[in-house]
């Protein structure tokens, strides 16, 4: 048999591909060794949204609920029982998952799966004995953590096993303070564990607009969370906790799956894509985070539409200047395109707009005391850049992301009507005072 399609990674680059590759009537293979979702489904971001948001009522109940009029007698976070329900979740998604791709008739082979070169018809893929023939092959084989050569790293939690955790440490290290480290401070803090986060960089939150981080880092500092800045950690041991995890970035992950076979162009360890998710390798398609360009798991979404799309025959374009991005704290971060910073660093002439989520009524009625804001950057009447911090950014952000893509001018947007109230209605307002 020989296949239109094998897919390397049953993430979510590697799952929507093959869904959509089977549905589209692609006879399509899909390998994973692990577990079909991978890291986002199952020890990313659906196991630490279901654990912050169990951290999040317990706040609430916890004395957070006080300002709102609402106090609770001796609340408990039974730590066990969230990871339960998290396990729960995580299993109802990755069981979708599989009946999705089923329903589109993709073979799914549970197994590793290396590339060993050219057949008669395409491609070769070799899992457990077995050599599978493909005329395309599309590598959506993820990341995995960065070890950086720090003394007594192996000792170190990473995301995987620190959402495995069953037990609350009383005290928790975090190398990094970047999107894993900030929601891990997050809900162990919320958890009762001591949390002390060492980050190298002058700031936290990596390329988030500087004024969101600092508030952030601020906000979290009012919680107990204790930060280090321009800390590069050398020795475990030093930080004296009882648990670290080490959330320095992630690498994509390329080894031992015979890239070298075909000769796949690499460039320190990313396989190299253009615009159509093709590789230096007529047939051969790479999206999600293994070819390093946006590690996102909705980036990976959409590269594999396009990457699926071209094999398809219909012309399709990946563009990257409208992915947002966030960090699942609480409040909530968010920020799409350029920051200010950002656009003059890129000799891009910008201008911003600031104004607090105050500014909206949902916002004031739901946030007690919150500082968050939200900043629009311009260049022009062309908005190139979003940034808040206040909840819910995450939700707001999607609108702000079709605004960028579709490059709507500031007189079409003012024109959007919002439902009220929304805290989605401070785009409005801040438009309004652009
Ligand atoms: P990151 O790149 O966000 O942050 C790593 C941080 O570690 C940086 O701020 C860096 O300056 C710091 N660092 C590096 N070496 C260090 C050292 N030796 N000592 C102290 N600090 C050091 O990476 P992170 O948090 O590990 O997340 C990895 C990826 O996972 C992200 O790129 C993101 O794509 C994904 N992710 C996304 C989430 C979301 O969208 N909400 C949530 C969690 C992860």
């Given at each position: 048999m020989i296949y239109d399609l094998s897919i390397l990674g049953g993430g979510p680059a590697g799952y929507r591909a093959a869904e959509l590759a089977g549905g589209e009537g692609l006879k399509t293979l899909l390998f994973e060794e692990r577990n079909l979702g991978g890291v986002c489904l199952n020890e990313g971001c659906i196991p630490s949204k279901a654990l912050l948001y169990s951290a999040k009522i317990y706040d609430y109940m916890n004395g957070g609920g006080v300002k709102y009029g609402v106090t609770c007698g001796?609340?408990?976070?039974d730590y066990a029982a969230a990871v339960k329900r998290k396990d729960a979740v995580v299993k109802k998604l990755v069981a979708g998952v599989e009946a999705g791709l089923k329903k589109a008739g993709v073979e799914i082979v549970r197994e590793h799966a290396v590339i060993t070169g050219r057949a008669a018809n395409g491609f070769a893929v070799e899992a457990a004995g077995n050599v599978y023939e493909a005329r395309n092959i599309l590598i959506c084989t993820g990341s995995e953590p960065v070890m950086p050569p720090?003394?007594?790293?192996?000792t170190c939690m990473t995301n995987r096993e620190i959402l495995a955790l069953t037990e609350i440490p009383k005290t928790l290290a975090i190398i990094g303070g970047g999107v894993i480290g900030l929601e891990m401070a997050s809900l162990f803090n919320s958890a009762g564990s001591k949390v002390v986060v060492y980050e190298m960089a002058d700031k936290v939150a990596g390329p988030f607009d500087r004024e969101v981080s600092d508030e952030l880092q601020k906000i979290y500092e009012k919680k107990g969370v204790e930060f280090k800045l321009g800390a590069a950690v050398k020795d475990v041991a030093e930080l004296g906790a009882e648990k670290t995890l080490a959330s320095v970035g992630r690498k994509p992950?390329?080894?031992?799956?015979?890239i070298e076979s075909l000769g796949i162009p690499a460039e320190r360890g990313a396989i190299i894509t253009d615009e159509l998710m093709k590789t230096g390798v007529p047939g051969v398609y790479a999206a999600g985070?293994?070819?390093?360009?946006?590690?996102l798991a909705h980036t990976a979404y959409r590269e594999a539409e396009v990457a699926v799309n071209n094999i398809l025959g219909r012309r399709d374009i990946m563009e990257y200047n409208a992915i947002p991005s966030v960090i699942y704290t609480n409040p909530e971060a968010a920020g799409i395109g350029e920051t200010l910073e950002s656009a003059r660093q890129k000799a891009i002439s910008a201008s911003e707009t600031k104004l607090p989520m105050q500014y909206s009524g949902r916002f004031l009625a739901e946030n007690e005391g919150g500082s968050g804001f939200i900043k629009l950057v311009w260049s022009g009447a062309k908005l190139i850049g979003a940034h808040m911090l206040g909840n819910p950014a995450s939700e707001i952000v999607s609108t702000l992301s079709a605004i960028m893509y579709r490059e709507m001018s500031l007189n079409q947007i003012k024109k959007i009507i919002f439902p009220?109230?929304?805290?989605?209605e401070i785009i409005k307002e801040a438009v309004f005072h652009a």
């Open positions: 001796n609340p408990v976070l720090i003394k007594g790293i192996e992950s390329t080894k031992g799956m015979g985070d293994v070819n390093g360009r946006h590690m009220h109230p929304t805290v989605a």
